[in-house]
């Protein structure tokens, strides 16, 4: 049986005869088809069918990412998280709106895009009536994003380490 593993393991010079024996063009344009284009043509020729590879799994990380589309699993989430770390300061939620007017432009903000993806950005522009933000990430990315989308807002040179692994895809909580 002809596989494609058995013509591959042959020489140019082989691969060449067996094409002229079979009346198959083994020449691209000026020059002659390299290894792997006789091999293709062999198998056309032949019509051998070529069962399909396993697509090989990707290797997960250690922490399974987390998307959130639930607005009040989100924040149940970061409320739990704050109360169970004492370091971290606690941000209250429900006075979100003056914590981001307060913030000056160009500030690092932690949010969910509409695909449910913690990201995070830095303030562009901000729209205090329509309750928008302008946010554009480190790889010039721009993104339009209401207050209700922000988790946190960056003050000192750190992440809080809920918000951190939860911008790298991991777990929330220990």
């Excluded at 198959?24 to 344009?29: A, E, N, P, T, V």
């Excluded at 809920?162 to 790298?168: A, D, E, I, Q, R």
Aim: hydrophobic content about 35%.
């Amino acid at each position: 049986m002809l596989s494609r593993e058995s013509l591959e393991q042959k020489k140019n010079k082989e691969l060449i005869a067996m094409c002229q024996d079979r009346g198959i063009s083994f020449y691209k344009g000026k020059s002659k088809a390299n290894k792997a284009e006789l091999v293709d043509r062999l198998i056309a020729y032949y019509g051998v069918t070529e069962p399909k590879k396993a697509k090989p799994q990707k290797k997960r990380a250690f922490h399974t990412a987390i998307s959130y589309k639930d607005k009040k699993a989100l924040k149940e989430a970061i409320r739990s998280c704050s109360e169970a770390e004492s370091d971290v300061p606690a941000w209250n939620l429900e006075n979100k709106d003056e914590e981001i007017n307060a913030v000056e432009i160009g500030t690092l903000v932690a949010f969910v895009d509409e695909k449910g993806k913690a990201r995070s950005a830095k303030i562009v522009a901000r729209h205090k009536k329509k309750r928008l933000l302008k946010l554009v990430t480190e790889f010039e990315w721009e993104f339009l994003v209401p207050y209700d989308s922000v988790l946190w807002v960056r003050k000192g040179a750190r992440w809080p380490r809920p918000v951190y692994m939860m911008l790298k895809g991991g777990r929330l909580c220990k």
